[in-house]
């Protein structure tokens, strides 16, 4: 089983930034993709970025060039660094991770984390 906790949430003016960390923990195997959702009230939950194991980078259209995606494979972390950021922004954020054993692979969630970008 592998648990997920996430931090670094928060509230944020506009324009400001904040850096979500995701750090998996219990019997890790291999970890693949990792990434992070968002939810904001009322929509459907979305992917934000992306990351492979070979550090390969996929981002969702409204976010390019202002959010980055990286992991530690080493602590089994991925973070989400968030900058200019917009009251479109709001929303709970979900680290979720493909993790692979023996007996075959299975997504996880974390607990999600709430961003609120208001002045």
């Known amino acids: 089983q592998v648990q997920l906790v996430e931090s670094g949430g928060g509230l944020v003016q506009p324009g400001g930034s904040l850096r979500l960390s995701c750090a998996a923990s219990?019997?890790?195997?291999?970890?693949?993709?990792m990434g992070w959702y968002r939810q904001a009230p009322g929509k459907q939950r979305e992917l934000v970025a992306a990351?492979?194991?070979?550090?390969?980078?996929n981002y969702e259209d409204s976010v390019k060039g202002r959010f980055t995606v990286s992991r530690d494979n080493a602590k089994n972390t991925v973070y989400l660094q968030m900058h200019s950021l917009k009251p479109e922004d709001t929303a709970v954020y979900y680290c979720?991770?493909?993790?692979?054993?023996?007996?075959?692979?299975?997504?996880?969630w974390g607990q999600g984390t709430q961003v609120t970008v208001s002045s």
């Open positions: 990351i492979t194991n070979g550090g390969s980078t």
């Open positions: 219990g019997r890790i195997f291999s970890i693949h993709d």
């Open positions: 979720n991770v493909r993790h692979c054993s023996v007996y075959g692979c299975d997504n996880y």
